[in-house]
């Protein structure tokens, strides 16, 4: 699994010109998923993420955890995380077919709610636009076959 997760002020997800989800204080997440990802991936993901400490205590320090500003996730499908840039036109042979990525995204999301964790999530395989104000900016990358 990868994921994108951005610290922000406040961000959103639209489909068709509808806001779905939105979310203030907290991570705008972009999950992607590979075939061989499990169930045990999606818990690993969810535990890093959860006790992250990346907002800032009273000193500007990143020491703050997700729960310690009570901040909320919104969490977005990306398949194209898993792309092959070999050509100008990018493949997607190295990400999970949908059947699978699915219930990896909802078990992903699962754990984090298990976890205290207040999750907004876009709609898996829509077409959607989101928004974000970034906080710092502050953007990690997590990769379960690294981390």
């Given at each position: 699994m990868r994921a994108v997760v951005t610290r922000v002020k406040e961000a959103s997800v639209r489909i068709d010109g509808i806001i779905c989800s939105q979310i203030c204080v907290g991570y705008l997440i972009l999950l992607?998923?590979?075939?061989?990802?499990?169930?045990?991936?999606?818990?690993?993901?969810?535990?890093k993420i959860v006790h992250l400490r990346i907002f800032s205590d009273e000193k500007g320090k990143m020491n703050r955890s997700l729960a310690e500003v009570n901040g909320r996730v919104?969490?977005?499908?990306?398949?194209?995380l898993f792309a092959d840039l070999k050509k100008r036109r990018p493949g997607f042979s190295k990400a999970a077919k949908p059947d699978h990525a699915i219930l990896l995204y909802e078990k992903f999301m699962k754990q984090l709610t298990e976890r205290g964790v207040h999750v907004e999530h876009g709609e898996f395989g829509a077409d959607m636009q989101v928004f974000s104000i970034n906080d710092g900016p502050?953007?990690?990358i997590f990769d379960t076959a690294e981390v």
């Open positions: 992607g998923i590979a075939p061989k990802d499990t169930d045990a991936d999606a818990v690993h993901l969810a535990e919104l969490v977005i499908s990306q398949f194209t502050v953007t990690l």
